[in-house]
């Protein structure tokens, strides 16, 4: 686990140790916004080249955010084989928020057994298949308590306990509960909310959400907490879709298992996020009524000349190219950017703010997160959008978010907006797995002028030097996006 304080500076050597299959590899560092520092941010291809197996690599960056998210890999096949941890930056609590104990994080999985790339060749074939999900995990424990066991929390009675939730899961949406108890909502990614209670928290692939729990019971008592699979938003099978860990008050016998019953109630609720005028950031911030560029895209699926399912966004999808990332050749001026592979990006020039307008003819959901920013989320819903925004004067903020499914003849929308404020090159991607190596990413590129102004370390060149060598050495096998 990385942990910090907000304002602190970050360092992280990153070794490459994965010899079997020769695989370069990066660290993201999720929903941190790298301000100054964009070629930290860990995307390959884009910000910066691969690390060589056997090389190593340092990031340094400062925690320019606070509350609760992970790093992981940002070759899909690697953090969906378990390549992250958790990452919390401690700072202010908002008022209402207040808490006794931090219990850490609770990180929810779907897992399957298969290995990535089979999987991967399954869900891309003609026609498609998708191999079911065998396990659903909390922080690494399965859903049938064998083996490591089940996951196990301790509560202490009459005190308030913070929980930090997070889906770094490949597939699915995750409904959480736990036995016996409510929740108050207190953060959404790394954005501070007005404090709400409810029996279920709704979490994407990449979401994070801060919660705070009463100890309510009796110093005897035991609980199951449940993380279940959204199996309407799945589309696929699973062995296990609840997965449950143990939460013990001090007096409990830890050696007996929890008997209590689930609670909570939850509806699919379309695939969505829980309501946007549920959540509502603490510290209000209103975007520009007229933003200064408006731009609508179109998420589809499609065969492609080699006859595999791939993602398009308006018609192109992404391929990493990872002898040139993008950022360094921005910063040489170079914006003409290859077609070959195909790289997907908007360069958005010196404009101050963006609305996206995101529509979905494809019957499964995105959870679709932007590097280097926060977004407000505008709107979502079904058909065209008419223009009409939820909570205008405070729109939810974060940095991922439940795109829906949709069809051609009903799309769902999702409309996002943020400040061009960040120079840099920032991809936003579905956070499934395998839709983002199937190119459902697109690259933002923010005020171009002030990237050539950037101060990259000599290490990113060296980092680019190593690769080509070891490409042209190597046989590098990137069967997916790259990313």
């Given at each position: 686990?990385?942990?910090?304080?907000?304002?602190?500076?970050?360092?992280?050597?990153?070794?490459?140790?994965?010899?079997?299959?020769?695989?370069?590899?990066?660290?993201?560092?999720?929903?941190?916004?790298?301000?100054?520092?964009?070629?930290?941010?860990?995307?390959?291809?884009?910000?910066?080249?691969?690390?060589?197996?056997?090389?190593?690599?340092?990031?340094?960056?400062?925690?320019?955010?606070?509350?609760?998210?992970?790093?992981?890999?940002?070759?899909?096949?690697?953090?969906?084989?378990?390549?992250?941890?958790?990452?919390?930056?401690?700072?202010?609590?908002?008022?209402?928020?207040?808490?006794?104990?931090?219990?850490?994080?609770?990180?929810?999985?779907?897992?399957?057994?298969?290995?990535?790339?089979?999987?991967?060749?399954?869900?891309?074939?003609?026609?498609?298949?998708?191999?079911?999900?065998?396990?659903?995990?909390?922080?690494?424990?399965?859903?049938?308590?064998?083996?490591?066991?089940?996951?196990?929390?301790?509560?202490?009675?009459?005190?308030?306990?913070?929980?930090?939730?997070?889906?770094?899961?490949?597939?699915?949406?995750?409904?959480?509960?736990?036995?016996?108890?409510?929740?108050?909502?207190?953060?959404?990614?790394?954005?501070?909310?007005?404090?709400?209670?409810?029996?279920?928290?709704?979490?994407?692939?990449?979401?994070?959400?801060?919660?705070?729990?009463?100890?309510?019971?009796?110093?005897?008592?035991?609980?199951?907490?449940?993380?279940?699979?959204?199996?309407?938003?799945?589309?696929?099978?699973?062995?296990?879709?609840?997965?449950?860990?143990?939460?013990?008050?001090?007096?409990?016998?830890?050696?007996?298992?929890p008997t209590s019953e689930?609670?909570?109630?939850?509806?699919?609720?379309?695939?969505?996020?829980?309501?946007?005028?549920?959540?509502?950031?603490?510290?209000?911030?209103?975007?520009?009524?007229?933003?200064?560029?408006?731009?609508?895209?179109?998420?589809?699926?499609?065969?492609?000349?080699?006859?595999?399912?791939?993602?398009?966004?308006?018609?192109?999808?992404?391929?990493?190219?990872?002898?040139?990332?993008?950022?360094?050749?921005?910063?040489?001026?170079?914006?003409?950017?290859?077609?070959?592979?195909d790289l997907n990006i908007?360069?958005?020039?010196?404009?101050?703010?963006?609305?996206?307008?995101?529509?979905?003819?494809?019957?499964?959901?995105?959870?679709?997160?932007?590097?280097?920013?926060?977004?407000?989320?505008?709107?979502?819903?079904?058909?065209?959008?008419?223009?009409?925004?939820?909570?205008?004067?405070?729109?939810?903020?974060?940095?991922?978010?439940?795109?829906?499914?949709g069809n051609a003849e009903?799309?769902?929308?999702?409309?996002?907006?943020?400040?061009?404020?960040?120079?840099?090159?920032?991809?936003?991607?579905?956070?499934?797995?395998?839709?983002?190596?199937?190119?459902?990413?697109?690259?933002?590129?923010?005020?171009?002028?002030?990237?050539?102004?950037?101060?990259?370390?000599?290490?990113?060149?060296?980092?680019?030097?190593?690769?080509?060598?070891?490409?042209?050495?190597?046989?590098?096998?990137?069967?997916?996006?790259?990313?």
């Amino acid at each position: 686990m990385i942990e910090a304080n907000w304002g602190d500076m970050i360092e992280v050597t990153v070794r490459n140790e994965i010899y079997d299959d020769e695989e370069g590899t990066t660290l993201h560092w999720h929903g941190l916004t790298q301000k100054k520092t964009p070629w930290e941010d860990g995307v390959p291809g884009v910000t910066q080249c691969p690390i060589i197996p056997g090389g190593s690599f340092t990031y340094r960056f400062q925690a320019d955010q606070y509350g609760t998210s992970w790093y992981h890999s940002h070759f899909s096949a690697q953090y969906t084989d378990g390549a992250y941890g958790p990452m919390i930056i401690h700072g202010p609590v908002q008022p209402g928020a207040e808490y006794d104990l931090d219990v850490g994080p609770v990180m929810i999985a779907d897992y399957t057994y298969l290995d990535y790339y089979s999987v991967l060749e399954e869900i891309l074939s003609i026609p498609p298949s998708f191999p079911n999900v065998d396990n659903n995990l909390i922080n690494g424990h399965g859903a049938n308590g064998t083996g490591t066991g089940y996951a196990r929390f301790n509560f202490t009675s009459g005190k308030k306990h913070r929980l930090r939730l997070l889906n770094t899961g490949a597939n699915a949406n995750q409904k959480f509960s736990i036995d016996g108890h409510t929740m108050t909502v207190i953060a959404n990614d790394f954005v501070p909310v007005q404090p709400y209670t409810t029996e279920v928290v709704t979490l994407g692939v990449g979401q994070r959400t801060d919660v705070i729990v009463e100890a309510t019971g009796q110093p005897t008592d035991a609980y199951w907490m449940r993380a279940t699979l959204d199996m309407y938003c799945l589309n696929n099978t699973a062995t296990y879709e609840t997965v449950q860990a143990a939460i013990y008050y001090e007096q409990a016998n830890p050696q007996a298992l929890p008997t209590s019953e689930s609670t909570a109630t939850w509806a699919s609720n379309n695939c969505r996020n829980d309501p946007l005028n549920t959540t509502v950031p603490y510290y209000a911030q209103t975007p520009p009524a007229t933003p200064a560029l408006t731009e609508t895209l179109e998420v589809t699926m499609g065969v492609n000349a080699s006859g595999n399912y791939l993602f398009f966004v308006n018609n192109s999808t992404f391929r990493a190219n990872y002898n040139t990332p993008l950022l360094l050749l921005g910063r040489t001026g170079n914006f003409s950017y290859p077609e070959s592979p195909d790289l997907n990006i908007y360069n958005l020039g010196a404009n101050s703010s963006i609305r996206l307008v995101i529509y979905n003819v494809f019957a499964m959901q995105h959870p679709m997160h932007l590097h280097g920013h926060n977004f407000w989320v505008l709107a979502e819903g079904r058909g065209t959008w008419d223009g009409t925004i939820t909570n205008p004067a405070n729109p939810q903020s974060r940095d991922t978010q439940v795109l829906q499914p949709g069809n051609a003849e009903d799309p769902a929308y999702l409309v996002l907006e943020w400040q061009l404020n960040n120079p840099g090159t920032w991809p936003l991607h579905c956070h499934m797995s395998f839709h983002v190596s199937a190119g459902l990413l697109i690259n933002v590129v923010e005020q171009p002028d002030a990237i050539q102004n950037l101060q990259i370390p000599k290490t990113m060149a060296q980092t680019c030097r190593d690769w080509a060598y070891f490409s042209g050495h190597e046989f590098v096998d990137e069967i997916d996006s790259g990313v």
